[in-house]
Protein backbone atom coordinates (compact mmCIF):
# COMPACT_ATOMS: atom_id res chain seq x y z
CA UNK A 1 0.00 0.00 0.00
CA UNK A 2 1.03 3.05 -0.33
CA UNK A 3 3.31 4.99 2.55
CA UNK A 4 4.97 8.59 3.32
CA UNK A 5 8.00 8.43 4.99
CA UNK A 6 9.59 11.60 6.57
CA UNK A 7 13.58 11.75 8.51
CA UNK A 8 14.22 12.44 10.47
CA UNK A 9 12.00 11.50 13.40
CA UNK A 10 13.12 13.88 15.71
CA UNK A 11 15.46 17.23 15.19
CA UNK A 12 17.14 19.03 17.89
CA UNK A 13 19.01 22.41 16.57
CA UNK A 14 20.54 24.99 17.79
CA UNK A 15 19.24 28.49 17.25
CA UNK A 16 20.25 29.93 14.16
CA UNK A 17 21.36 26.77 12.86
CA UNK A 18 19.53 25.12 9.75
CA UNK A 19 17.16 22.15 9.73
CA UNK A 20 15.82 19.66 7.09
CA UNK A 21 13.22 17.47 6.92
CA UNK A 22 12.74 14.97 3.87
CA UNK A 23 9.47 13.12 2.96
CA UNK A 24 9.14 10.05 0.49
CA UNK A 25 6.44 8.74 -1.09
CA UNK A 26 6.11 4.88 -2.44
CA UNK A 27 4.07 6.08 -5.36
CA UNK A 28 3.85 9.35 -7.45
CA UNK A 29 1.89 12.29 -5.98
CA UNK A 30 0.21 14.87 -8.22
CA UNK A 31 0.61 17.44 -5.41
CA UNK A 32 2.27 17.64 -2.03
CA UNK A 33 1.55 19.56 1.12
CA UNK A 34 3.78 20.74 4.20
CA UNK A 35 1.93 21.28 7.75
CA UNK A 36 3.52 22.28 10.91
CA UNK A 37 2.17 21.78 13.89
CA UNK A 38 2.80 24.09 17.39
CA UNK A 39 2.86 22.10 20.92
CA UNK A 40 -0.67 21.83 21.90
CA UNK A 41 -1.74 23.07 18.60
CA UNK A 42 -3.65 22.09 15.57
CA UNK A 43 -1.91 21.17 11.78
CA UNK A 44 -1.38 24.46 10.22
CA UNK A 45 -1.09 24.70 6.34
CA UNK A 46 2.22 26.01 4.99
CA UNK A 47 2.84 25.31 1.33
CA UNK A 48 1.33 23.14 -1.59
CA UNK A 49 3.80 22.04 -4.42
CA UNK A 50 2.33 20.82 -7.68
CA UNK A 51 4.93 20.84 -10.19
CA UNK A 52 8.28 18.31 -10.71
CA UNK A 53 10.80 19.99 -9.74
CA UNK A 54 9.33 23.18 -8.08
CA UNK A 55 10.72 25.20 -5.22
CA UNK A 56 9.20 27.52 -3.45
CA UNK A 57 10.23 30.02 -0.43
CA UNK A 58 8.15 31.54 2.38
CA UNK A 59 10.81 33.67 4.42
CA UNK A 60 13.51 31.22 5.95
CA UNK A 61 11.45 28.33 4.52
CA UNK A 62 12.42 26.67 1.14
CA UNK A 63 10.29 24.08 -0.02
CA UNK A 64 11.13 21.18 -3.16
CA UNK A 65 9.79 19.14 -4.96
CA UNK A 66 11.38 16.68 -6.29
CA UNK A 67 11.84 15.51 -10.31
CA UNK A 68 9.85 12.04 -9.72
CA UNK A 69 7.49 13.76 -7.66
CA UNK A 70 7.62 11.22 -4.91
CA UNK A 71 9.84 13.37 -2.96
CA UNK A 72 10.10 16.69 -1.08
CA UNK A 73 11.93 18.41 1.33
CA UNK A 74 11.93 21.35 3.87
CA UNK A 75 15.12 23.67 4.30
CA UNK A 76 14.85 26.08 7.18
CA UNK A 77 17.88 28.25 7.37
CA UNK A 78 18.88 29.94 10.28
CA UNK A 79 16.22 28.46 12.63
CA UNK A 80 14.32 30.73 15.76
CA UNK A 81 12.68 29.38 18.54
CA UNK A 82 9.39 30.30 16.83
CA UNK A 83 10.42 27.10 14.42
CA UNK A 84 9.72 24.71 17.28
CA UNK A 85 6.91 21.95 16.07
CA UNK A 86 6.17 19.18 13.94
CA UNK A 87 6.52 19.48 9.92
CA UNK A 88 3.83 16.87 8.65
CA UNK A 89 4.23 16.18 4.68
CA UNK A 90 0.98 14.90 3.21
CA UNK A 91 -0.35 14.16 0.02
CA UNK A 92 -3.44 12.71 -2.09
CA UNK A 93 -4.28 9.10 -1.24
CA UNK A 94 -3.47 6.43 -4.13
CA UNK A 95 -6.47 4.32 -4.02
CA UNK A 96 -8.61 7.46 -2.87
CA UNK A 97 -8.19 10.82 -4.30
CA UNK A 98 -10.22 12.12 -1.02
CA UNK A 99 -8.08 11.03 1.12
CA UNK A 100 -4.98 13.47 2.52
CA UNK A 101 -2.38 11.25 4.05
CA UNK A 102 0.08 12.27 6.35
CA UNK A 103 3.80 11.28 6.59
CA UNK A 104 4.78 10.66 10.19
CA UNK A 105 6.24 14.13 10.71
CA UNK A 106 9.41 15.95 11.78
CA UNK A 107 9.53 17.07 15.74
CA UNK A 108 11.97 20.13 15.35
CA UNK A 109 13.34 21.45 19.10
CA UNK A 110 15.49 24.48 18.83
CA UNK A 111 17.93 25.08 22.21
CA UNK A 112 18.06 29.07 22.31
CA UNK B 1 -6.64 32.43 14.55
CA UNK B 2 -8.86 29.18 12.69
CA UNK B 3 -11.89 29.74 10.55
CA UNK B 4 -12.73 26.24 11.42
CA UNK B 5 -14.29 26.26 14.47
CA UNK B 6 -14.84 23.27 16.58
CA UNK B 7 -16.41 22.37 20.25
CA UNK B 8 -16.09 22.04 22.66
CA UNK B 9 -12.55 22.45 23.35
CA UNK B 10 -12.05 19.69 26.00
CA UNK B 11 -14.41 16.85 26.58
CA UNK B 12 -14.20 14.09 29.33
CA UNK B 13 -16.81 11.12 28.76
CA UNK B 14 -17.67 8.05 30.26
CA UNK B 15 -17.75 4.80 28.09
CA UNK B 16 -21.59 4.55 28.64
CA UNK B 17 -22.44 8.33 27.53
CA UNK B 18 -23.69 9.69 24.36
CA UNK B 19 -21.61 12.58 23.09
CA UNK B 20 -21.66 14.88 19.71
CA UNK B 21 -18.63 16.96 18.86
CA UNK B 22 -19.26 19.81 16.38
CA UNK B 23 -17.77 21.89 13.59
CA UNK B 24 -18.46 24.85 11.43
CA UNK B 25 -16.77 26.37 8.56
CA UNK B 26 -17.37 29.39 6.51
CA UNK B 27 -15.14 29.97 3.86
CA UNK B 28 -18.02 27.65 1.19
CA UNK B 29 -15.53 24.65 1.51
CA UNK B 30 -17.35 21.71 -0.14
CA UNK B 31 -15.07 18.50 1.55
CA UNK B 32 -14.87 18.19 5.28
CA UNK B 33 -12.94 15.74 7.31
CA UNK B 34 -12.55 14.18 10.53
CA UNK B 35 -9.19 13.30 11.78
CA UNK B 36 -7.96 11.67 15.11
CA UNK B 37 -4.87 12.05 15.95
CA UNK B 38 -2.91 10.47 18.94
CA UNK B 39 0.19 12.03 20.78
CA UNK B 40 3.47 11.99 18.41
CA UNK B 41 1.53 10.41 15.64
CA UNK B 42 0.01 11.84 12.54
CA UNK B 43 -3.65 12.57 11.97
CA UNK B 44 -5.16 9.67 10.93
CA UNK B 45 -8.12 9.86 8.43
CA UNK B 46 -11.70 8.78 9.55
CA UNK B 47 -14.43 10.66 7.26
CA UNK B 48 -14.47 12.74 4.46
CA UNK B 49 -17.58 15.04 3.42
CA UNK B 50 -17.82 15.74 -0.25
CA UNK B 51 -20.57 17.87 -1.20
CA UNK B 52 -22.59 17.17 1.94
CA UNK B 53 -22.21 13.13 1.00
CA UNK B 54 -20.23 10.53 2.81
CA UNK B 55 -17.16 9.68 0.49
CA UNK B 56 -14.93 8.00 2.90
CA UNK B 57 -15.59 6.01 5.47
CA UNK B 58 -12.15 4.41 6.69
CA UNK B 59 -13.56 1.48 8.55
CA UNK B 60 -14.35 3.33 11.74
CA UNK B 61 -16.01 1.69 14.36
CA UNK B 62 -19.86 1.83 14.42
CA UNK B 63 -19.37 4.15 17.89
CA UNK B 64 -18.31 6.92 15.78
CA UNK B 65 -21.10 8.31 13.66
CA UNK B 66 -20.44 11.31 11.89
CA UNK B 67 -22.91 13.72 10.59
CA UNK B 68 -23.42 16.67 7.93
CA UNK B 69 -26.41 18.47 8.38
CA UNK B 70 -25.19 21.19 5.32
CA UNK B 71 -22.62 22.35 3.90
CA UNK B 72 -20.43 24.76 7.09
CA UNK B 73 -21.61 22.10 9.62
CA UNK B 74 -19.85 18.61 10.63
CA UNK B 75 -20.82 16.63 13.68
CA UNK B 76 -19.21 13.31 15.30
CA UNK B 77 -21.73 11.54 17.29
CA UNK B 78 -19.72 9.26 20.12
CA UNK B 79 -21.91 6.18 21.73
CA UNK B 80 -20.19 3.70 23.92
CA UNK B 81 -16.79 4.65 23.13
CA UNK B 82 -13.50 2.88 24.82
CA UNK B 83 -10.64 4.55 26.77
CA UNK B 84 -8.10 3.52 23.51
CA UNK B 85 -10.50 6.19 21.96
CA UNK B 86 -8.96 9.15 24.07
CA UNK B 87 -7.35 11.74 21.47
CA UNK B 88 -7.13 15.09 19.66
CA UNK B 89 -10.51 14.76 17.01
CA UNK B 90 -9.90 17.55 14.40
CA UNK B 91 -12.09 18.66 11.58
CA UNK B 92 -10.75 20.26 8.36
CA UNK B 93 -12.20 21.59 5.07
CA UNK B 94 -10.61 22.05 2.13
CA UNK B 95 -12.39 24.20 -0.73
CA UNK B 96 -13.00 21.24 -3.22
CA UNK B 97 -12.72 17.63 -2.46
CA UNK B 98 -9.79 15.62 -3.54
CA UNK B 99 -5.81 15.41 -2.00
CA UNK B 100 -5.44 18.95 -4.48
CA UNK B 101 -7.14 21.21 -1.98
CA UNK B 102 -4.66 22.16 1.08
CA UNK B 103 -6.81 21.62 4.47
CA UNK B 104 -7.98 24.14 6.93
CA UNK B 105 -8.10 22.83 10.52
CA UNK B 106 -9.98 23.84 13.50
CA UNK B 107 -8.51 23.67 17.13
CA UNK B 108 -9.66 20.56 17.80
CA UNK B 109 -11.53 18.65 20.78
CA UNK B 110 -9.06 17.00 23.10
CA UNK B 111 -11.47 13.85 24.17
CA UNK B 112 -10.83 11.58 27.10
CA UNK B 113 -12.78 8.81 27.85
CA UNK B 114 -12.31 7.69 31.58
Known amino acids: GQQVMQIPQYQHVQEGEDFTTYCNSSTTLSNIQWYKQRPGGHPVFLIQLVKSGEVKKQKRLTFQFGEAKKNSSLHITATQTTDVGTYFCAGPGETSYDKVIFGPGTSLSVIP | ?114
Open chain 2, 1 to 114: DTEVTQTPKHLVMGMTNKKSLKCEQHMGHRAMYWYKQKAKKPPELMFVYSYEKLSINESVPSRFSPECPNSSLLNLHLHALQPEDSALYLCASSQYRGGNSPLHFGNGTRLTVT
